[in-house]
């Protein structure tokens, strides 16, 4: 597709296609190809300074094409596509680009069920982009109304999903919510739980959005846990979709590792159906714990579309990426950081354990993630990194993986390279970076 990547349509705030007048055609093009006698959209958003501008392309973009309009302002992505269910309406957007930095910005899409668009809807949506704009007579024109009360009904669905009577009294819980989208909505949810609470990243200003903060970078999350003697640290990222964790001894537990206690607890207490997704890149180390538990696990492409699609075929509640965005089917319909982050606390709760003793059944290994800046040129299909990858292959044996592929938010190759030596998987992944490198500066060299 031409502008729909593994999230949505994302991209440089100014730079086609994240521009005002290609939100507005995006929003008829969506309107027509989805919603062609008028419908109701929930349009939310981050807190990029972007937003604004975006959020009123879309809304005139809708109305303008007789679809009625219902504006959430800054709220997580899962808080948008629970919004569209409750409401009944038939889209919910989000604009947002994720953990990228403010200068980036994206747009995506939900269903009236709270499940992301099929590729094929994706598609019916490109085929009218360069449709010429319409604007109906006054009397079929859309309504805009806010809904004053959307944070309040996504804090209370997050609360609702944790056990009833769960406290977090006498928990001390840094939370970074990246000053984005969660800034207000976690506090306020761990505090109604009793937590003490140790708030970082929660002074959104429009162009500190995941600045040296959330899901993407722990560190200070990790630090201010140890400085301050918490029990665990949550960080999500700007939208609000993915969490990762920092137990009281200042260790990172990534997606794979909260998967994996999520999935151990469930299967203790029967509520485990079906296998466990992964993706491609989910660690080994993941895939052999739970085989050593005896739960099944499979993989899916990147992105939470396909482990939601594979779930749903698979007859399984849980999976997600090693990137934090997790999926638990029967409390949510899409990556959910605070929702996983209050099902990690209520396993902790009903063990009596801290979350590093949970996280001691993860077996380890050395794994290394580099992106590589590229164009679409084709570069990654070139020769000479096939001959890099299979020699990164021999290189890592039968007891590591390598994998490669062109990311769908980024114009970026990403290289995954794992094993249980720390300096062969470095070898490996530098040397097949280093192939891509040298292959995208020729393409551009012969693109000139």
């Known amino acids: 597709m031409r502008y729909f990547g593994t999230d949505g349509v994302r991209g440089t705030v100014g730079e086609h296609p994240m521009t005002a007048e290609f939100a507005l055609r995006l929003a008829g093009a969506a309107a027509r190809a989805l919603l062609p006698g008028g419908g109701m959209a929930v349009i939310g958003k981050d807190t990029r300074v972007s937003g604004y501008m975006f959020e009123s392309a879309l809304e005139a973009g809708f109305v303008s094409a007789g679809v009625d309009v219902r504006l959430s302002g800054p709220l997580p992505s899962p808080g948008v596509a629970l919004l569209a269910r409750q409401l009944g309406a038939d889209l919910g957007v989000v604009i947002s680009a994720s953990h990228n ?181 989910s660690s080994l180390a993941l895939e052999r714990a739970l085989k050593a538990e005896g739960i099944a696990f499979c993989r899916a492409k990147v992105g939470d579309r396909q482990v939601v699609n594979m779930l749903r075929k698979e007859g399984g509640v849980l999976g997600g990426e090693s990137s934090g965005h997790i999926l638990c089917l029967d409390k949510s319909t899409t990556g959910d950081g605070m929702v996983v982050a209050l099902e990690v606390l209520a396993v902790m709760r009903r063990e009596g354990c801290p979350l590093a003793q949970l996280a001691v059944h993860m077996p380890p290994i050395e794994q290394i993630h580099l992106s590589v800046p590229a164009n679409g040129s084709g570069a990654l299909e070139g020769p000479a990194v096939s001959r890099a990858v299979r020699a990164a292959r021999k290189l890592l044996g039968s007891e590591g993986r390598i994998v490669v592929r062109r990311s769908g938010t980024e114009p970026v190759v990403r290289v995954m390279a794992e094993g249980p030596d720390r300096s062969s998987v470095e070898q490996a992944a530098a040397s097949v970076a280093r192939a891509l490198g040298a292959a995208e500066a020729s393409a551009r060299e012969s693109h000139g």
């Open 101 to 281: 930095v403010y200068s980036d910005n994206g747009i995506k899409f939900f269903k009236r069920d709270g499940f992301k668009l099929a590729a094929e809807e994706e598609a019916r949506i490109e085929s009218h982009i360069d449709d010429p704009a319409v604007t109906l007579d006054s009397t079929a024109l859309g309504q805009v109304r806010r809904v004053d009360d959307a944070r309040e009904r996504y804090e209370k669905h997050c609360l609702d999903t944790a056990p009833g009577g769960m406290s977090l009294e006498g928990l001390k819980i840094v939370v970074d919510c990246a000053h984005g989208a969660s800034y207000r909505v976690a506090p306020a949810t761990l505090t109604a739980l009793g937590a003490e609470l140790v708030p970082l990243g929660c002074s959104p200003n429009g162009r500190n959005i995941n600045d040296r903060c959330g899901a993407t970078q722990p560190d200070l999350l990790r630090r201010t846990v140890e400085a301050v003697e918490a029990d665990l640290g949550i960080a999500l990222d700007g939208d609000g979709d993915r969490v990762i964790m920092v137990d009281h001894e200042g260790r990172t537990l990534n997606g794979d590792a909260l998967l994996l206690i999520l999935a151990r607890a469930r299967r203790a207490s029967g509520r485990l159906e079906g296998p466990v997704v992964g993706t491609e890149i």
